[in-house]
């Protein structure tokens, strides 16, 4: 009865800036972490950015320094703000949140796409 809603994507060009959003609605408890994923055609989908629920966060390195991942309790959402974009970011863009530690589950946004191209 979770779900996730996801909202940003788009077509911008080299350089350029986007941010998504990922808001849970429905009854979730004690959330673990909240992380976006993203995937390119022919490729494995890999993990961009986490925050856990300590406020902690870890990125991938090919986007260190230029997306930031932050989260905003009171309305359970996850942002991915994403600066200095490159043709290679280009993939549908996933949000994740697994709670826990007594109950644990994994919900996934339905994806949004972001494509960077002049």
């Known amino acids: 009865q979770v779900q996730l809603v996801e909202s940003g994507g788009g077509l911008v060009q080299p350089g350029g800036s986007l941010r998504l959003s990922c808001a849970a609605s429905?009854?979730?408890?004690?959330?673990?972490?909240m992380a976006w994923y993203r995937q390119a055609p022919g490729k494995e989908r890999e993990l961009v950015a986490r925050?856990?629920?300590?406020?902690?966060?870890n990125y991938v390195d090919s986007v260190k320094g230029r997306f930031t991942i932050s989260r905003d309790n009171a309305k359970n959402a996850v942002y991915l703000q994403m600066n200095s974009l490159k043709p290679e970011d280009t993939a549908a863009y996933y949000c994740n949140v697994v709670t826990g530690p007594l109950v644990w589950r994994d919900y996934w946004g339905q994806g949004t796409q972001v494509t960077v191209s002049s």
């Open positions: 925050i856990i629920s300590d406020g902690s966060t």
């Open positions: 429905g009854s979730i408890f004690s959330i673990t972490s």
